[in-house]
């Protein structure tokens, strides 16, 4: 593109010309970002288009288009499709790499279940596609849902009914059926499609996995229409009578009822056959005529699932064995260090593009400084003791959607002047020490809140989808607004429209204005920054009265928001005052504690309230408080040491403080415990239990709602005594807690 004229120097057509041109821009990019999956131009370029736009605008009030950008919230996700939520949540898979980690698997099982007798398991190749839900009432499609977050997926209805492997309607199906399989492209269909495209000058997929999640989520049903994709069941949701007694039986139900169903599924007896089983279906990986990632195996008996149950998100009767990553050799040009919201500062390679089983990689992470150095965190050497240096070839490979990582460095490829690589140990964004605490294989910044990298980051962190999900406030916007000195901690994000309509002037003080973040230098900065207030050239005192002298510092101004637009982003900031307890604590970016962790948190103390309170009261790492937060399934020392140290009192708690008086948190009910008789009491298991393992107890009554505690207390509802319990059936006597034997919990449980 030629170089812009300067803002100042426009003439009035020209400046017509321009908005009509950047109007056009903006538009193409919202569409290409929102509705095709597949930005065409950087967020930075994005901004500058946006920003020369409210420039113009500023400078010539009258042109300002009834189309306007800046009357539309950047990143503000179209509401493309509508939101479904999932009647049976769609979890994923647990992956492993290993044939080590699958005979655990199996022993994980038997030891769950209680069992010595192997569990036979079916294995079937792992599609690599998108999975979908097709809810059937009375054998009438009625929804088709993306897997979203996999509570809450995008009604995909008009287009599934396109696809020819998706039966519109069944017979003899249940009343209620929900059948769960993976879209996917051939690798024909891909290639013809992606050679059509080239000859009409049209935009080409990456890999045939984009190709079908592009082509699905269309708002055009014509479009997907003439896109190619196929379908395989693999699995149901909600069912109104059950599909078989096992998984092959159910497969077989829904093949029968017209789904394809993938002809490389086995039923195995044991590790041995599901490893053989797997070897073979690598073998054919490269002929099957579409993308496969590795092999599931899933415990056949539906019994058995379903008291093997369910992690957070992950079922404990599946796993996925996936095929080894896919490599390959390009320069490291050099080594950038990100600093993300715990402080942590990472290491990037940024690469010579390459293509790794066919998508480009430019970056890839280092892990930390030791895997750079050549040692694991126990100081053994790992590559042979060899290190990695800017300028060296190295290996680079994915697996699966993570993020790309370097594997191994050919040093017979070595540049003679590259030099060891030395790790910074103060914080390229603040200058505060980084320091490695004993045990962390990680380099932190200690800058804390000082620390604008770690700020921003946590603060994108809070807006993210999963946490506080505000629409039209994404990284992008909370970039730009931090720079401005609006937004520097959460609870800023809810005071913002009040402060704004007071017309808050001190919120930006003019100087801040020049750092602008996409302008390529201050004359840039300058010339937008003038060109805003009306002033023919920038001059600082000047642009100083004239920007206080304005009579509002309203947002919708400043930022070359239309009012409307500032308005829309207030309103999405207000829906979201009120929020579910899960979300406030996995916002809050606390380390180690994601989102499941945050469920289970919220799942266990229930309010906002009970779980400060349990959190402050654990704070010394000793007593009751403690031991039930060890005790929540899924709690883990670590993360249970990190939470607590973050309620410490100290700037950050007091900012969690500030938060908190501008939410009303929702409670979260204990899971799936309607009628339970278990629904919020505290259980305690003693002796040995016969019919079940202690596991599966503990599983059991979480499940239905209960806390499993470790020891018997005032505060305990019941103990389940074996043969053998000792110390706590006579706590238990004692405080007079109900004492049941291993029959009666069955009974309770319904299992009797
Ligand atoms: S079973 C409870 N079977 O893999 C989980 N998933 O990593 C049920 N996938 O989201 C999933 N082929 O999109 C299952 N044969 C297969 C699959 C398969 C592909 C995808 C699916 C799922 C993801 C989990």
Redesign the pocket.
């Known amino acids: 593109m030629a170089r812009e004229k300067d803002v100042r120097e426009l003439t009035e057509a020209e400046a017509a010309v321009e908005l009509e041109r950047l109007a056009r821009e903006i538009a193409e990019a919202n569409r290409a970002y929102h509705a095709e999956d597949a930005p065409r131009i950087s967020d930075a370029e994005y901004d500058a288009l946006k920003l020369r736009n409210a420039a113009i605008e500023a400078r010539f009030p009258q042109l300002k288009r009834p189309d306007s950008p800046s009357e539309q919230v950047g990143a503000a996700p179209a509401e493309a499709f509508a939101k479904v939520p999932h009647a049976v949540r ?4 647990e ?1 492993a790499f290993s044939e080590e980690e699958i005979a655990e698997f199996d022993r994980a099982i038997r030891r769950f279940l209680g069992r010595s007798e192997p569990v036979a398991c079916t294995a ?8 979908l839900s097709l809810r059937y009432e009375a054998g009438r499609l009625v929804t088709a849902a993306t ?1 979203g977050d996999g509570a809450v997926g995008e009604n995909v209805t008009a287009n599934a009914l396109t696809i020819p492997e998706i039966p519109p309607r069944l017979e003899g199906a249940p009343e209620l059926l929900e059948v ?1 399989g ?1 879209v996917y492209m051939s690798h024909a269909d891909f290639a013809a499609l992606n050679a059509r495209a080239r000859a009409e000058g049209g935009r080409t997929f990456a890999n045939p996995r984009n190709a079908a999640a592009g082509s699905l989520r269309q708002l055009d049903p014509e479009i997907t229409r003439s896109r190619p994709l196929r379908f ?1 069941a ?2 149901w949701g909600a069912l109104s009578a059950p599909l078989g007694a096992t998984q092959i039986e159910a497969l077989g139900r829904l093949a029968g009822l017209g789904f394809r169903t ?1 002809p490389l599924t086995r039923l195995c007896q044991g590790v041995e056959e599901m490893l053989a089983h797997y070897r073979a279906i690598e073998q054919q990986r490269a002929t099957l005529g579409y993308d496969i990632d590795g092999v ?1 195996y ?1 415990v056949n008996d539906l019994a058995l699932q379903a008291r093997l149950g369910f992690r957070s998100t ?2 404990r009767w ?1 796993i ?1 064995h996936k095929f080894p990553a896919q490599t390959a050799w390009t320069r490291l040009e050099r080594i950038e260090i990100q600093v993300g919201r715990t402080g942590a500062l990472s290491p990037v390679a940024r690469l010579t593009p390459v293509t790794v089983g066919g998508v480009v990689v430019s970056n890839a992470t280092l892990h930390n400084e030791d895997y750079i150095a050549g040692r694991s965190a126990s100081g053994e050497p790992i590559r042979g003791g060899r290190d990695i240096r800017e300028g060296d070839w190295v290996q680079v490979y994915r697996a699966g959607d993570v993020i790309p990582k370097v594997a191994d460095v050919d040093l017979s490829r070595r540049p003679p002047d590259a030099r060891p690589y030395a790790f910074p140990t103060r914080c390229p964004e603040c200058g505060s020490e980084a320091v490695r605490e004993e045990g962390d294989a990680v380099r932190r910044c200690t800058g804390g809140l000082v620390c604008p990298a770690q700020v921003v980051e946590k603060l994108k962190h809070f807006v993210s989808r999963p946490a506080f999900d505000i629409e039209g406030l994404g990284a992008r916007q909370i970039e730009l607004f931090h720079l401005l000195g609006w937004i520097r901690e959460p609870a800023d994000i809810f005071t913002l429209a009040a402060r704004d309509a007071a017309g808050e002037k001190a919120l930006v003080p003019p100087e801040r204005l020049l750092e602008l973040p996409d302008a390529e230098s201050r004359a840039e900065a300058e010339a937008r920054l003038a060109a805003a207030v009306g002033l023919e050239r920038f001059d600082p005192a000047a642009f100083a009265e004239r920007y206080r002298a304005r009579s509002r510092t309203r947002l919708a101004e400043q930022l070359g928001y239309g009012e409307r637009s500032a308005g829309n982003l207030f309103a999405a900031i207000e829906a979201r005052r009120r929020i579910p307890l899960n979300r406030v604590i996995f916002a809050l970016g606390i380390r180690h504690i994601g989102e499941s962790a945050s469920n289970l948190l919220a799942r266990h103390y229930g309010t906002w309230q009970a779980f400060e309170a349990a959190v402050t009261a654990a704070g010394g790492r000793e007593g009751p408080a403690w031991e039930e937060l060890l005790a929540i399934d899924g709690m883990g020392e670590v993360m249970a040491a990190s939470l607590v140290s973050a309620f410490r009192p100290g700037p950050e708690r007091e900012a969690i403080g500030r938060l908190v008086r501008q939410l009303v948190i929702e409670p979260v009910a204990p899971a799936r415990t309607e009628g339970s008789p278990l629904a919020g009491k505290t259980v305690v298991f003693t002796g040995t239990l016969e019919r079940m393992t202690r596991a599966e107890a503990k599983a059991r009554a979480e499940a239905l709602g209960a806390k499993v505690a470790g020891s018997v207390s005032a505060k305990t509802d019941l103990v389940v005594a074996g043969p053998g319990a000792g110390s706590k059936a006579r706590d238990a006597e004692r405080l007079g807690v109900e004492i049941i034997d291993e029959d009666a919990w069955l009974r309770l449980i319904g299992e009797a």
Not at 90 to 93: D, K, V
């Open positions: 769609m979890l994923s898979l992956n079937e190749p792992k599609i690599d596609g998108l999975s897997r769960r993976e395989f693999y699995g993938n599931v899933k992950t079922p599946a996925a």
